[in-house]
């Protein structure tokens, strides 16, 4: 799993990036149903705490962030500081059809219609507001990208192979084939 | 406390502010003049006890923009007063001294339709980014986004 | 003396939504409160004036995702008043049944949050795990957890099969028995009761002058609640009781909240054990109504309102003026997190 050269400290790393990453939300000024249903996810029905992913406050301590909502014209710049805050590696879920193209706010004055246009995002959760399943499946996601980025050194890779925006594990596993 | 409020006792206490109408089981409306707007505030708070702001409704209609202040009472009657401003230059004077909620709504309709209510010193953007341009009232009828003004977010190419 | 300023900022773990409080500090004494909203201002109005009134609908509905029924609710109330259309009584039925549900997994919501913010991380997962019963009943009536989409102008979309309501009644029983315990938590539990009692008082003035509306209204003593006070579906054929309270701090509003979930637990149990035969929807014509008109709804967090004035054809010429109920509450919050009013008006 570990590029050949790497130490036992830098393998150690890997192995709790993976086993336990830490997210952080950011709310973009949408109609929080989508936050509603990441703090589902916490709660005693769908538990990922038990696979050890914390939700943090600080972007400073988190592998993982988790945009909701739609942008909004004054949070867009907001989100763009709290972003650069993340240490790398870093990888940005946007839930919702908010996320991906700005869902029934579309075009609207106050609006920037989707979170791509803002920071990098590398996976998009399907819904409105995508279910606390939807959001495990998103984070196995980023979770397998994260495989790949270490085992091939870095994000370039995904650039050369055409792979952006992927919402289903099995389009990693057949893209590096 | 005063009687039940009908249509009639509304009208003979307002009677040299406006006009008064029962537009639904338990709603009143009275049209008044933006000149008029403080007095009737004050006499339906005294007069007709509505101790409550609801909220202030704004539309624009076409031709004038409207403005209504929706009051109740302990008699749960929703007393409406309704204002018609003209388009070029739309003012009305501010409640928010004796009707605090309505400093919010006052900021927010300034913001959105560009009414200017007079006597208050601060109208700042309160529902607007921070970057929109002056003068860009944007729930007006004949407002559209123009294409080459910046309204905040992002300037430049993205990382 | 150097004044500090504090800014709860847009992105705090502690919020939910964005929102920024400047508080200005001297010492450990606050000042003055700048407020500054508008990180979630979307536009939805100017939205809604261009789509023809059916397509509003889903847009209304995300104007907020815990209350999102009670916004297509009151315009679609808004919309067949002003074309004199009568909805049959099922119809009714099923949106007060939705709408208290409705209200119930908000209220569970707002307890598990409360708890939360104190420390109190097991009433936390308690609740929620409780509201997962409501949200799976919603489920199988609407096919979403939230947003359900079940309003039209003219009725309902989806019908209530036998089979949903009787699961529906069989997961209530589970569901009072937990609300009771947390009505004895509330009301014995010296955690709660230490942090919530005295916190936030609002007082009966202070409540009306500032235009309080809900249950923090309702727990200052102002005896108003727009489903017996401005009625609207079924609410007045079931039998329920409006719930007030007079301590007027945090632990008031938890009483009036908890309250009111029982008498949701209530009035959902009528409405599906006499809910009657019949359609659930008539069809709307596509004509113009012109006419100004103030609904009027009460969502779990206080009465909402939406103006319209005249309409073309499908479309609304007029505004529809949004009013949430998070605006009041926000300046309230300022008044009383302290306790002086703040230059915000």
Redesign the interface.
């Known amino acids: 799993m570990a590029v050949p050269s790497a130490g036992v400290s830098q393998r150690l790393v890997n192995w709790a990036r993976l086993k336990s990453p830490w997210v952080t939300l950011f709310n973009s000024g949408g109609c929080n149903a989508c936050d509603i249903e990441v703090i589902a996810c916490l709660m005693p029905r769908f538990d990922i705490e038990r696979f050890g992913i914390l939700v943090k406050g600080s972007p400073r301590h988190a592998d993982i962030m988790i945009v909701t909502g739609h942008v909004t014209l004054k949070q867009a710049s907001r989100l763009r500081r709290v972003w650069e805050q993340i240490p790398e590696p870093k990888y940005v879920i946007a839930l919702g059809a908010c996320g991906a193209s700005g869902g029934v706010f579309h075009g609207l004055y106050h609006s920037v219609n989707s979170v791509d246009s803002v920071i990098p995002v590398d996976a998009f959760a399907v819904g409105c507001p995508p279910r606390p399943d939807e959001i495990i499946n998103a984070v196995v996601t980023c979770l397998n990208l994260l495989k790949e980025d270490i085992a091939h050194g870095g994000k370039e890779w995904r650039q050369t192979n055409g792979i952006k925006n992927i919402k289903n594990t099995n389009e990693i596993r057949e893209a590096t084939l | 406390m005063i009687g039940p409020i009908t249509l009639d006792f509304v009208k003979e206490k307002i009677q040299d502010i406006g006009t008064a109408e029962q537009v639904r089981s338990n709603r009143i409306r009275i049209t008044t003049t933006p000149g008029h707007i403080r007095d009737a505030i004050k006499s339906v708070q005294e007069l007709l006890s509505c101790d409550r702001l609801l909220t202030i409704s704004a539309a624009d209609n076409g031709k004038t923009l409207e403005l209504i202040y929706h009051l109740t009472g302990p008699h749960r009657m929703i007393i409406s007063l309704a204002l018609e401003l003209p388009r070029d230059a739309p003012e009305a004077p501010t409640t928010s001294d004796i009707l605090p909620p309505s400093g919010i709504y006052e900021r927010q309709i300034h913001d959105l339709f560009g009414i200017l209510f007079q006597g208050r010193s601060d109208l700042k953007k309160i529902i607007l980014n921070e970057d929109w341009p002056e003068n860009e009232y944007p729930l007006r009828k004949d407002w559209t986004p123009a294409p080459d003004t910046f309204y905040g977010g992002i300037k430049g190419e993205k990382v | 003396m150097p004044e500090v300023i504090v800014p709860i900022g847009?992105?705090?773990?502690a919020?939910?939504?964005?929102v920024n409080f400047k508080v200005i500090a001297d010492g450990e004494k606050i000042i003055r409160l700048d407020?500054d909203?508008?990180?979630?201002?979307?536009?939805?109005?100017?939205?809604a004036e261009q789509r023809d009134f059916i397509r509003v609908l889903?847009?209304l509905e995300?104007?907020?995702?815990?209350c999102?029924h009670s916004h297509t609710t009151v315009f679609a109330k808004g919309i067949e008043e002003l074309m004199q259309l009568e909805i049959p009584l099922r119809a009714q039925y099923v949106r007060t049944i939705i709408a208290e549900l409705e209200r119930m997994h908000s209220h569970l919501?707002w307890l598990g949050v409360a708890a939360h913010e104190i420390g109190f991380n097991t009433l936390f997962?308690w609740t929620?795990?409780d509201r997962?019963a409501v949200?799976d009943t919603l489920e199988e009536m609407s096919g979403n957890?939230?947003?359900y989409g079940m309003n039209e102008v003219g009725g309902v979309r989806r019908d209530l099969t036998p089979e949903q309501v009787n699961a529906a009644l069989a997961r209530l029983p589970q569901l009072e028995e937990r609300v009771k315990k947390y009505i004895d938590m509330v009301n014995n539990q010296k955690t709660l009761l230490v942090r919530f009692r005295g916190i936030g008082k609002l007082s009966k003035e202070e409540a009306?002058?500032?235009?309080a509306v809900g249950p923090t209204a309702r727990a200052s003593g102002v005896d108003?609640d727009a489903r017996r006070?401005?009625p609207y579906l079924v609410y007045a054929d079931v039998p329920w009781n409006v719930v007030t309270d007079t301590n007027g701090d945090v632990y008031g509003r938890t009483r009036v909240r908890i309250g009111e979930l029982m008498e949701s637990i209530r009035i959902v149990r009528f409405c599906l054990e006499n809910l009657p035969e019949g359609q659930i929807r008539v069809n709307a014509p596509k004509m113009h109504p012109k006419e100004?008109f103030?609904p009027?709804m009460k969502p779990p967090e206080g009465?909402w309102?939406i103006?319209f004035?005249?309409m073309a054809r499908t479309k609304l010429?007029?505004?529809i003026?949004v009013?949430r109920p998070l605006?009041?509450g926000?300046?309230l919050q300022c008044v009383l997190s302290i306790r002086i009013?703040p230059?915000?008006?």
Not at chain 3, 10 to 13: K, T
Not at chain 3, 37 to 47: C, M, N, Q, T, V
Request: proline share 8%; charged share 20%; net charge positive.
């Open positions: 847009p992105h705090h773990p919020l939910k939504e964005p407020l909203l508008s990180y979630s201002h979307r536009g939805i109005e100017k939205a889903p847009l995300r104007v907020c995702g815990i999102s919501l997962m929620w795990r997962e949200q957890r939230v947003h009306l002058k500032y235009g108003y006070d401005d100004k103030f009027a009465s309102s103006s004035v005249q010429n007029g505004l003026f009013r605006q009041t926000l300046l009013w230059i915000y008006p």
